[in-house]
């Protein structure tokens, strides 16, 4: 099927996934115990002041009633009202997004780039010192959890050895203008390159910590991929014909042997935006995941229920975008019809 | 009728055969073996703390203020923490509920999660297929740690929610898996073969396709083990799990962190045991994909 | 002089079980514009051998000793650099599994200039010119459609069309040597013998050396000039194809070419007794010697060498005197 059609029925069908998501936390959110008229007005408020939240806040209709005020809310933009911070959640939701959007951003490319360099360094050198190097630090790398390394990473190079700083975005004194709440962008469109510079400078770290994980097993992946297929016909058949290792190495071996690794991407991904919940935490970086505790050791539901749903839709996202790559590196995929 | 026995081991049998070529596999990996160690290591510890650790009772409240924040020493090889415990002990209590949350998290999910991957892929393209998927698609729309988080956040803080909270995220891992095993399995001869034969549904899920799906359920058991725990700490991390004084590594981490960096060893103690203990599962959880595959 | 010689070729495997020896001294040699089968059963050495010539053995093969002279220097000695020119401009190989041989993720076509570009030595080729030449060869080996065939990836054509194209590939950049190995078993059957006599039509053409391997003992009858039996890791036997095939000498050449059922009649008759050699643990002298009926004091001592038969050799004491 066309590239098209392939990316439209993707996401026709990631937005009935996530309808269905959203209907599951919510009433997930509605049937709980507690109730969030009585802590949006405060224990001390008098009974009336919770009756008028309630109804504001359409509580006191059926369940599948107020799942449709909410939903066409949500196409309006509008994702509710945030009990604690008492303003609107999208409003919270622009304002904290970008940071952990940037961080996330920069740790996949970590990530792709890690990959690459140490999968096909093994896989040239295969069973050599090289290899056996990278396969122990693989598996220490996937065995340590991205919260270990953010913290073990902020005390050995923040604490100690003083390379990098030890938390924010940005040290204090330079600032930049928010435009997109991306500092890496606006730094530039500002034409501030001090702060261009302090803002990686400061994203290093955590972008490292998180992206770690996923660089070794993509790694290792990699590795394997090339390492199964540098004996396979097509391979020696390019070889026989005395084609130079270089091309064969880097173009006609590496190809195959990274969809593979790109496939598992789409989990990678995952795991990013899930981890960058924890090292928000130990890096003080003011982002999403930082509202998202905050939302949820308070218990603020519109809030939760819009991340849910901004960090699906963001998933989704990625994962239509990696499994476009993929049918594009792998045609088989997208030109095989079933029963072919 | 035919029997169809396919799950007896007797000694020259093909499975007997295949298993044993398999664990000499495994033994020639000299990262199998370490692995299957470090996993042998935590299950011990993890069944025994109160016996293995030297102050079992600084497992929950225990205050001594004139031994906290000790650097490790000859009496508490990985210090003490702002109350005075012994970090050492507590870590080994907090191997027992890591390893708890694994078993109690796959134990649940793992049987329901093959059930329906069984009955949604035997039952291909119809209804109950679609049903299935679906939701399981629900599931896995969300990544694993953000779902966790908002549910557990839903939920009062305690284990008790934190493995449900996992537990509900986990199942659909189970069901795919499953799902395409089934899916490719159900066209093979030996399926058909049984059909027409007359064997019931059930036969043919259990005793047919179910034994070929083992392998791989059981190189995800092994490798999930270690992930449940990873969520599981992050969970107790950001507080929504098990609460303190309760000895849970990710809760340790947690706390500890407030004392750094000068006192180091209290976070960072913890958070080496939990990658000690993942490390052990993903290192047999790997050895026992290669053996199965060929090496 | 022949054109290649492999003289007392030795290769071995190591895998986690031990050292496989595989080849055990394997001489063979071809001429000019000759056309060579090699038959054997599954197993045997023959692709091993090849692999050799072409210098692809996988990495944990050894080659113990032995040599194989190409216009009088040895192979086995040059440099990569050295050998690669070889290859590119005179060698060529066909693989079995016609599947296996393209790569599933690139374009065929772009797949066939790169070859076709390097076999051409050093210099700019323009890649129209070289399209050109690649569709031309489409169109010899009796490729339906070639232009959309070079636009294709390998899955998108059939297993037949797929050796169509290696065979296409092979003739373009072949100019002394073309090794084909078991080119048609993969294929179906009703295709095999298409192929076999298109390979045959357009061999004959070509003043080149063929070596052409199959487990087939019919495939190669119509195609070869000479016929060389493996066995084990050596060279049993040698013969020009039709004495070989009327008057079999070594017991297993015999043997073999007994156990084909004939459609003219006479029944199934019994297969070969005994087993294959362990690689790991061979026999001593003659590697046939455990299964054949004519064994002697010397076979478990010494292998044989070749000894000098009718218009062919044979690696059996039982010729020796000869």
């Known amino acids: 099927m066309k590239l098209s059609t392939y990316i439209l029925k993707r996401t026709a069908y990631s937005i009935f996934t996530l309808l269905g998501l959203s209907i599951i936390v919510f009433t997930l959110a509605r049937i709980l115990p507690g109730d969030p008229a009585r802590m949006a007005a405060g ?46 959640v999208t409003g919270d939701v622009i304002e904290y997004l970008p940071a952990s959007l940037e961080l996330v951003i920069v740790a996949a490319i970590f990530n792709i780039l890690g990959a690459f360099l140490l999968g096909s360094l093994a896989g040239k050198y295969a069973n050599r010192f090289i290899d056996n190097a990278i396969r122990v630090f693989s598996y220490v790398a996937i065995s340590m959890p991205a919260f270990v390394w953010a913290i073990i990473l902020q005390l050995v190079f923040g604490w100690w050895l003083h390379v990098f700083p030890i938390q924010g975005r940005i040290s204090e004194g330079l600032s930049v203008p928010r435009v997109t709440g991306f500092y890496l962008i606006d730094s530039i469109l500002n034409g501030n390159l001090r702060a261009f510079l302090d803002v990686l400078w400061h994203l290093i770290l955590p972008a490292f910590a998180l992206s770690i994980g996923g660089m070794a097993q993509d790694a290792r992946i990699i590795r394997s991929g090339m390492v199964d297929n540098v004996e396979k016909d097509y391979i020696l058949l390019m070889r026989s014909k005395g084609l130079p290792d270089r091309l064969v190495s880097f173009k006609y071996l590496l190809k195959p042997s990274i969809i593979p690794a790109v496939t598992v991407m789409g989990m990678d991904i995952a795991a990013l935006l899930g981890n960058a919940f924890l090292v928000e935490i130990v890096y003080n970086w003011p982002g999403f995941s930082k509202y998202g505790i905050w939302a949820m050791l308070n218990k603020d539901l519109n809030a939760i229920i819009a991340i849910v749903l901004v960090i699906g839709l963001i998933f989704a996202i990625a994962n239509i975008v990696v499994d476009v790559i993929v049918s594009y590196l792998d045609p088989r995929i997208r030109l095989l019809e079933k029963g072919e | 009728m035919a029997k169809l026995s396919l799950l007896t081991i007797d000694k020259e049998s093909p499975r007997w055969r295949s298993f044993r070529r398999s664990w000499y596999r495994f033994r020639r990996n000299p990262l199998s073996l370490v692995g299957l160690t470090i996993v042998i290591i935590t299950i011990v510890i993890a069944l025994a703390p109160e016996y293995l650790a030297p102050y079992p009772d600084h497992a929950g409240y225990y205050i001594n203020f004139k031994e906290a924040k000790q650097p490790p020493n000859i009496k508490h090889p990985f210090g003490t923490d702002e109350y005075g415990r012994d970090i050492f002990s507590r870590v080994m209590f907090g191997f027992r509920f890591s390893m708890t949350l694994a078993v109690v998290v796959l134990s649940l999910t793992a049987p329901t999660g093959i059930l329906l991957g069984l009955i949604a892929g035997y039952h291909e393209k119809t209804w109950i297929d679609a049903l299935i998927m679906r939701v399981a698609d629900m599931f896995i729309a969300v990544p694993p740690l953000v779902l966790a988080l908002s549910i557990c956040s839903i ?110 060893w209290i976070s960072i103690f913890p958070a080496l045991a939990i990658s000690f203990i993942i490390l052990g599962f993903n290192l047999l959880g790997d050895g026992i994909k290669d053996a199965l595959s060929g090496g | 002089m022949p054109l290649l010689e492999v003289k007392n070729l030795k290769v071995s495997y190591k895998t986690y079980r031990g050292i496989l020896k595989v080849l055990d001294g394997v001489n063979f040699e071809i001429e000019r514009g000759e056309k060579v089968g090699i038959i054997g059963e599954s197993g045997c050495g023959k692709t091993t051998t090849m692999k050799a010539i072409m210098r692809i053995l996988p990495s944990n093969a050894i080659i113990e000793g032995g040599e194989i002279i190409y216009n009088g220097k040895d192979i086995l000695k040059m440099s990569e650099n050295e050998f690669n020119k070889i290859r590119r401009e005179k060698f060529a190989m066909i693989f079995q599994d016609p599947t296996a041989a393209l790569n599933p993720v690139f374009k065929v076509g772009e797949q066939l200039i790169d070859i076709l570009k390097h076999s051409k030595g050093a210099g700019k080729y323009d890649e129209d010119d070289l399209k050109e030449e690649i569709i031309g ?155 054949c009926e004519f064994k002697r004091f010397i076979c478990d001592i010494e292998p044989p060498s070749f000894f000098s038969v009718e218009r062919g050799k044979v690696s059996c004491f039982l010729y020796a005197e000869r």
């Open chain 1, 43 to 88: 224990s001390r408020a008098p009974e009336w002041v919770v009756e008028q939240i309630r109804h504001q806040l359409n509580l006191d209709k059926p369940l599948y009633l107020q799942y449709f005020y909410w939903l066409s809310d949500l196409f309006r933009g509008d994702l509710g009202y945030s009990i604690i911070s008492r303003r609107s």
């Open chain 2, 155 to 264: 939920l009062p803080p305690n284990i008790m929610n934190a493995m449900i909270a996992v537990s509900l995220m986990w199942w659909p891992w189970y069901t795919r898996l499953v799902y395409n095993t089934t899916v490719s399995l159900k066209n093979e001869y030996f399926v058909q073969a049984a059909e027409i034969m007359g064997a019931s549904k059930f036969h043919i899920m259990f005793r047919e396709i179910l034994p070929n799906a083992l392998g791989p359920i059981l190189t995800k058991l092994t490798l999930d083990v270690g992930w449940v725990i990873l969520i599981g700490a992050s969970l107790s991390f950001v507080g929504l799990g098990a609460q303190p004084p309760t000895p849970d590594l990710g809760t340790m981490v947690s706390e500890g962190s407030k004392y750094m960096p000068e006192y180091w």
């Open chain 3, 137 to 291: 060869a489409f169109r010899e080996v009796m490729l339906p459609d070639p232009e959309r065939v070079f636009d294709s990836y390998p899955f998108q054509l059939s297993g037949g069309m797929r050796q169509r194209v290696c065979i296409a590939l092979a003739l373009l950049t072949a100019k002394e040597l073309l090794i084909a190995d078991e080119p048609t078993t993969n294929l179906d059957v009703t295709i095999q013998d298409q192929i076999l006599r298109l390979m045959k039509d357009l061999v004959s053409k070509r003043d080149l050396s063929v070596i052409l391997i199959s487990h087939a003992l019919g495939a190669v009858r119509g195609l070869v000039d000479r016929v060389y039996v493996m066995y084990a890791g050596t060279m049993v036997e040698s013969n020009e194809v039709n004495e070989l095939f009327r008057s079999p000498r070594h017991p297993y050449t015999r043997a073999l070419l007994s156990s084909a059922p004939r459609l003219t009649g006479g029944g199934i008759s019994q297969g070969i007794p005994g087993n294959v050699p362990d690689y790991l643990n061979p026999p001593p002298g003659c590697r046939f010697h455990p299964r």
